[in-house]
């Protein structure tokens, strides 16, 4: 890289502490915009992710973090994303049960837990359990899960 060039990509979000973030915002305390300045700010933010973004989801993690759940964050978040995505399962792949008769929820087909939406299946709690114990790969730490 040619001197004088900075890469800020690499650093973006970063270069400040947590102090001095703290610092930033209590400076603009008490500080009112105007109608005109705000509607500026905000056509200029549409669209657009915090600079800090990375920064603020590396300090906000884990522990730190206020939906801090233990041990099951990443599996039931991850379940959650699921549902984001895929909505609300209605039928069990296996014995086609529907969700009036049974409740049924997304299952990882390989057992791997990845973010990828072809690798969950609909499966009734019943079914889920069996696919699970024949793939011999039953989470333990989840086994109250589905009893
Ligand atoms: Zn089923």
Redesign the pocket.
Known sequence: MPTGIYDHSKRRGTHHTIKSILKMSNSHLGKKLSNQTKRKISNTLIGKKPKNLEYLHRINKGKNHGNWKGDNVGYVSLHSWVYRWKGKPNQ?N??N?HKKE?RICWSNTNHKYKRILKDWIP??Y??HQNFDKKNNNYPIKNKNQFS
Do not use: G, T, V
């Open positions: 069990c296996i014995c049960a049974k499966l009734c019943r079914c």
